[in-house]
């Protein structure tokens, strides 16, 4: 009754268990706190990217009026993009709201009550990213 | 023996010189009050003599029986089996510490870090001036909160990446000097808290406070040596004069 | 070897060393502050770029002429400028820091800083390149 555990040669021996970058995204046994920290890695790395991504599609603007007006009529209208748009919005807003917390508790100013202001927080990126992907969504049909 | 359920416990099993780890799978008659230190002893004794795990007290104070049961960081004695609620639970060594063998860590990188705050193991703050002692006892005493089990540090997901990180555990130890110095100068060790592999290298997970089995709040304890350390102007605290604030 | 004991299992296990603080020419708050800091900035100037670009545009995205529009206006040019030195500080300090979770050395320590700080610069040149260019086209 014997079943094989991926590891690699003697590592636990060495270093233990969850060493490693895996340890950060693994979400078994992870409570709210681990979660939001989870969230707020990726989220990071994942806004990081885009800025990159939209100061190089912004090169588009000194092509030239044509370059820019054909990229938003054959792309960033297209229902994808709008839904990659709530996707950046959503991250945005778990970033944004989660630093506030980071500061917040992070300079000692709430200490006690971080799992309060954590719940409040979720509750509130929530109403943001459901308000802002309808909005999204009916601008979509405007134009 | 009416009241018993089969429970499967799948375990982690190591010994030196393996090149992988394993699990194995014991079935164990689990009662209501059954712990999950009391199955392992259990399989210990009727199916496998050959499993190793730690452990001393049976009652959450003395830190040893620290391990992971269905991915959360408990201590087996005081893990009731039924109330998991799973037909089949998971029991591994804690993570982040070196495995000496099965469910056995090595403690040793652990208590090196602890050791640095040189926190005293009684507490003077809360002792209580002419409450009732026993007969020739002096004085009552009150330990500090940390059972130094190694949970926080097995639950921190920077403590997995960063070797050097000093961790939750010592932190917490270094802010108890703070709050209770004692005549003694807290320059030396808030410069190890604002060392940047201690203090400012959590990210608020707040999953050692959660796993803390003995409420000691590492994180919280964290986030005041910070707003400490941030009232300092972040000047280097050693570089203050001789003597402790508070 | 005076450690040595007759169970040579015991001999394998690496001796423990006491922790000790490293010595820096940083002090390691610093980049924590700074990053709390421009955070806030940053919130409140992502929230401005958000709504002035997609929530008060009829289609949700602004089209050439609107944009060229949107980044003269003398209150948007500072803002959007301001907004790029920050946005582009906080992101790079923030995967420094996630960089530095790895527990590297100090040597490779510095060298990530020195990268990203390359990274930064050549960031703000391509930017403010381009918002000169867009400036002039009005």
Not at chain 3, 83 to 96: D, K, M, Q
Request: aromatic content about 8%.
């Amino acid at each position: 009754m014997t079943e094989r555990v991926a590891g690699a040669d003697r590592r636990v021996e060495r270093q233990g268990r969850r060493r490693g970058v895996m340890g950060w995204v693994d979400v078994r046994g992870r409570r709210l706190g681990g979660w939001a920290f989870i969230l707020n890695r990726l989220t990071g790395l994942g806004v990081l990217f885009y800025l990159y991504l939209h100061l190089i599609v912004l090169s588009q603007l000194a092509v030239g009026p044509s370059a820019w007006d054909s990229l938003l009529r054959n792309w960033f209208l297209n229902p994808v993009f709008l839904l990659l748009d709530v996707v950046l919005l959503a991250g945005l807003v778990i970033h944004g709201l989660n630093g506030v917390r980071l500061a917040l508790v992070g300079f000692g100013i709430v200490i006690d009550r971080q799992k309060a202001l954590l719940l409040a927080f979720g509750v509130l990126g929530a109403i943001l990213i459901v308000i802002g992907a309808l909005r999204f969504i009916s601008d979509a049909g405007a134009k | 023996m009416s009241d018993t359920t089969s429970v499967t416990f799948r375990v982690h099993r190591y010994k030196q010189g393996d090149e992988d780890p394993h699990h194995d799978r014991f079935a164990v008659e689990v009662g209501p009050r059954t712990t999950v230190l009391d199955a392992l002893t259990a399989i210990r004794r009727t199916q496998d003599p050959t499993l190793t795990l730690r452990h001393s007290c049976f009652h959450a104070s003395c830190g040893t029986c620290g391990m992971k049961v269905n991915d959360h960081e408990v201590l087996a004695c005081v893990t009731n089996v039924r109330e998991l609620g799973t037909d089949e639970v998971r029991v591994e060594p804690l993570d982040n510490a070196p495995v000496v063998s099965d469910l056995v860590v090595d403690m040793g990188p652990f208590y090196a870090r602890f050791d640095v705050a040189e926190r005293p193991l009684v507490r003077e703050s809360e002792l209580v001036p002419g409450s009732h002692t026993a007969a020739g006892v002096p004085q009552s005493m009150r330990y500090e909160d940390c059972i130094e089990c190694g949970i926080c540090v097995s639950a921190c997901p920077i403590a997995g990446t960063d070797p050097a990180y000093l961790g939750p555990a010592a932190l917490a130890a270094i802010d108890r000097v703070r709050q209770e110095p004692r005549g003694v100068d807290v320059g030396p060790i808030m410069r190890l808290a604002d060392d940047p592999h201690a203090a400012w290298r959590c990210h608020l997970a707040f999953e050692c406070t959660e796993a803390c089995p003995s409420n000691v709040d590492p994180a919280g304890h964290i986030m005041q040596l910070r707003r400490s350390l941030f009232a300092r102007g972040w000047r280097r605290p050693s570089a203050e004069p001789q003597g402790a604030r508070r | 070897m005076a450690l040595q004991t007759e169970d040579p299992g015991m001999s394998r296990q690496a001796p423990v060393e006491r922790w000790a603080p490293e010595e820096r020419d940083t002090l390691p708050g610093v980049g924590w502050g700074w990053q709390a800091l421009t955070g806030i900035a940053v919130l409140f100037l992502v929230t401005l770029h958000m709504i002035a670009n997609h929530f008060v545009v009829t289609g949700g995205l602004r089209d050439y002429q609107q944009v060229i529009d949107y980044i003269t206006n003398p209150i948007i040019l500072p803002l959007e400028t301001l907004f790029l030195i920050v946005v582009s500080w906080h992101g790079l300090l923030g995967l420094r820091a996630v960089i530095f979770d790895f527990g590297l050395s100090t040597r490779a320590e510095r060298a990530v800083t020195r990268v990203l700080l390359v990274v930064w610069v050549a960031t703000m040149v391509y930017g403010v390149a381009l918002l000169a260019i867009l400036v002039t086209r009005r």
